[in-house]
Structures are given as C-alpha cells and as structure tokens.
C-alpha cells in the first residue's frame, strides 16, 4: 500500500527539473563546516575544502533532490594524502536513511588513490567496491558522475562507468527511490583505517592539505515543499536520463574497469557472508 500511495504521489506533482551547463557553486551550495576552511573563489567557479590538524571542511547542497545525473570534478589532494579521505556523496540522513557514496582514500606519495563505493537503502549499506583508478587523480581534474534513476544507479569517472546498481525491488532488495537526498562533500582525517587499514598515519607537516573542485552539472528533480518533484508525468527528451541505462558498450567498460582496477567486490567477501552473499550478488 505505501508503495501505491507514493507512486500515486509521484504521478499527481509536477515534474521540476534543475540543469545547468556551467554551474556556480554559490547558486547550488552552501559550506557547512570547516570555520573557514572550505572557500568558494573565482566568481563561483571553483570550490576548495582544506584539512589541518585541527579541522577538516565540507559543504551541502542547497536543494535536495530524488533521482538525478549529477558531474562534480574533483582535484584530489596531492602528495602524500596517507590518513585522509575525500567524500562525495548523496545523503537523506536518519536511521533509515539512503545514501550513495563516493570516498577517496588517501595515499602514500607514489602510491594510488583508492576509490571507494558504497549504496545504502532504507539504512542498510554494506555494498562496497573499491577501484584503483588508471590515472592519477592529483595532476588535474576529472569528472566523477552519479546516475541515480529509478531502474539503476550508475557510478561513472571521466563517462567510463565503474558500477552499476539496479533496482532489484521486484526481488525484495531496497532500493533508493522515495527519500530525496542532499549533495555532500566534506575532507577530513580518518587515518585510523583509511590508508593501509590505519597503518599509515596522516603526516601534518604536509598539511594544509586541500581538493579542488569545478564544473559542477547537475540534471535532477527537486524536492519540494509539496513532496519530490520526480514524476513520469510529461516524460521529455530533456529529461533522457531518467530512462538512462548502460548499452553494450556501458557493459563492456564495466567489465573492463571490473576486471583490471577493482580491489575489492563485496560480492565476492564470502568470509564477510559466512551465511550467503547477499541476493543481489547472484541476480544483477
């Protein structure tokens, strides 16, 4: 019944959609933490959050949003970022909250970055996989993508997909779709499991240490103070993304990215499961 009565909701609200081809980051965030650490330059166009000894920083989106392709690039910190993780992320917040996580774990200088997924729905996470990426994510920026519709979400690095998560609710597997989320980043120590499992330790003198980011784009439905504004009601070329899933092409980069930078597949943890995989392992 609560899944009719949404549906019902979805299709009765009009549908609002947020774009931009060159947004400002004054327009779509605000910095939340960081006492001053965190600064937005160059008339809107670049976004900087720091970490020192005594604070990392982070921001928010101003909107929320149910189901959205969202392009943020990022710079990573450079030089040895041992103990520090950068996090990109959508978030509804609570117990039972959804959530879909980008993290990138510092490293020792020389050393790759890892870059770490996670998904949680309805509060359950647990659905990580780690990449090495093929270039180094320090030099200059590159584009880290969200695609967040109702058949699938899809985690994407300069349009080379890394991930993908579909909606397997006919299954009885959560899946993110009736609590809109905010954009998250934040910069921050978390040395005590982040590099080598807390065996590198963050090195201060390097610090302050900051990542970058710019060209933020974003297509997605707003929430609203009358409820989500995603709706398949006056469905529009505009709005492809909705619809959007990965050819066999998609499929085929995937596969790729899978078979030579992925370092760890929940789906594969069968010492984490002792009882079983999780289901979604077996019918993706």
């Known amino acids: 019944m609560t899944n009719k009565i949404i549906l019902i909701n979805l299709l009765l609200i009009t549908f609002l959609v947020e774009a931009s081809a060159a947004s400002n980051f004054n327009q779509y965030f605000d910095i939340t933490w960081g006492d001053g650490r965190g600064k937005i330059l160059n008339n809107g166009q670049l976004l900087t959050l720091s970490l020192d000894k005594a604070s990392g920083s982070g921001f928010r989106s101003k909107n929320e949003y149910l189901f959205g392709k969202i392009d943020m690039q990022l710079k990573l910190v450079p030089g040895n970022s041992a103990g520090t993780v950068t996090t990109y992320y959508l978030s509804s917040l609570g117990d039972a909250h959804d959530e879909i996580d980008f993290e990138f774990l510092g490293n020792l200088s020389g050393d790759p970055y890892i870059v770490h997924t996670n998904i949680y729905a309805q509060g359950k996470g647990n659905k990580e996989q780690q990449f090495y990426l093929w270039f180094d994510p320090t030099k200059d920026f590159h584009t ?110 995937i596969q790729w990215v899978q078979k030579n930078y992925m370092i760890y597949n929940y789906c594969t943890d069968t010492k984490r499961f002792p009882q079983g995989l999780p289901p979604e392992c077996s019918l993706a």
């Open 144 to 253: 880290y993508s969200i695609l967040w519709n109702p058949q699938s979400i899809i985690f994407s690095v300069d349009g080379t997909p890394l991930r993908e998560f579909k909606n397997l609710e006919s299954k009885g597997i959560p899946f993110p779709k009736s609590q809109a989320m905010s954009i998250y980043s934040s910069l921050w120590d978390a040395d005590n499991w982040a590099t080598r499992g807390g065996l590198a330790k963050t090195d201060w003198s390097q610090a302050p240490f900051t990542a970058s980011y710019g060209n933020f784009n974003i297509q997605a439905c707003v929430w609203t103070s009358s409820g989500s504004s995603c709706s398949s009601k006056n469905p529009s070329s505009n709005h492809s993304w909705m619809k959007q899933s990965l050819d066999s092409t998609g499929q085929a980069r």
